[in-house]
């Protein structure tokens, strides 16, 4: 009887016998009724992988630093399939960690808009080269950002249509409560979507006007036009004409090209294959949303006296009361 432990199986629920340890010396036991072989270890936050958790948090570090993956592989010493597949790991991770956590939160003023970036190739070359092809071309990503406490709520890649804004505005619903305001650029499929899937918001766009020619020059390749105007429109509801903007989120759209290597213009850091661009996104926005404390953000609870400290995005919504490290991103991930 010496050989029984106390731990028991978790599906047949009797109490299990030891059967023999692991590399590392922790005990295992196996389940005389069903033979399945279980551990009171806790689960590795990094799933299969031997990489210890120093050197993920250094890789992890880089990544969500704007670093790419072979820049990555060269300064950790670490082989380029290891760091992908830490970053498909976390990055699964973070997903379930942003879904599970930003659900039905009180929000008061949200701005939505999506910036533009390509998987594998142009969407031109692909409908040139091949027309027939999937998982290529443009890859837009949403993302709605609440403007006092600028957490990132939901985001979603896709095209720019109406099937990928109505799948973006329900995200966004299950991620908010109530009434709040909602601001979008002019994209045409929101004035339909958003109202649908959040029926008690108060929505409007504001339309701007670019001009195409400045001075009498020729029109800039990658230099959007000179704004000469704009025009807000309300929705739905009875949205604030003062707060109807987008300019939070369009700051947003910098932070994204800044920390995010794959959506750097005019380089080969690109994505090449879709999932890995999601996930890229998905621990982008959850390491900005936990670990990174925002400038305009301050604790005020600080004290008299004291200097008040940086909050990230997650602590002026409620959602934490410290800026997490990598390393508790890492754990909270793997057990989300």
Wanted: glycine share 8%; aromatic share 8%; net charge positive.
């Amino acid at each position: 009887m010496d050989t029984l432990a106390t731990i028991a199986c978790p599906d047949c629920r009797v109490p299990s016998r030891k059967f023999g340890k692991d590399r590392k010396g922790n005990q295992w036991f196996q389940c005389p009724k069903c033979r399945k072989t279980i551990t009171d270890v806790p689960a590795n936050p990094l799933g299969l992988m031997r990489l210890d958790m120093a050197d993920a948090v250094r890789c992890l570090r880089l990544l969500a630093e704007s670093m790419s993956m072979r820049a990555t592989a060269r300064c950790t010493g670490n082989d380029r399939k290891t760091v992908e597949a830490l970053m498909e790991q976390v990055g699964h991770g973070c997903e379930r960690l942003m879904e599970g956590r930003i659900k039905g939160l009180a929000v008061a003023d949200v701005q939505v808009d999506e910036v533009w970036g390509f998987v594998g190739m142009k969407e031109k070359t692909r409908l040139r080269d091949h027309p027939t092809s999937t998982g290529s071309g443009d890859a837009y990503c949403y993302t709605a950002v609440e403007r006092e406490t600028k957490l990132v709520l939901a985001w979603h890649v896709g095209l720019r249509s109406y099937e990928d804004a109505a799948y973006f505005a329900d995200k966004l619903a299950l991620a908010t409560s109530g009434e709040f305001q909602v601001s979008t650029d002019g994209f045409t499929p929101y004035a339909t979507a958003i109202p649908g899937s959040m029926p008690h918001s108060h929505f409007a766009q504001i339309v701007k006007t670019f001009s195409t020619k400045e001075d009498g020059k020729k029109d800039s390749r990658y230099s959007p036009g000179t704004v000469i105007g704009t025009v807000k429109i309300p929705r739905h509801g009875n949205p604030d004409p003062a707060k109807i903007s987008t300019s939070h989120v369009e700051r947003h759209n910098l932070t994204i090209r800044m920390q995010n290597r794959r959506m750097t213009r005019l380089t080969n850091a690109f994505s090449k294959l879709w999932r890995n661009h999601e996930l890229a996104f998905a621990l982008q926005f959850a390491f900005y949303n936990f670990c990174r404390p925002h400038t305009t953000l301050t604790d005020a609870t600080s004290g008299e006296g004291k200097k008040r400290q940086p909050m990230t995005p997650a602590m002026a919504a409620g959602l934490e009361d410290h800026p997490w490290t990598l390393e508790e991103l890492i754990r909270n991930a793997g057990n989300a």
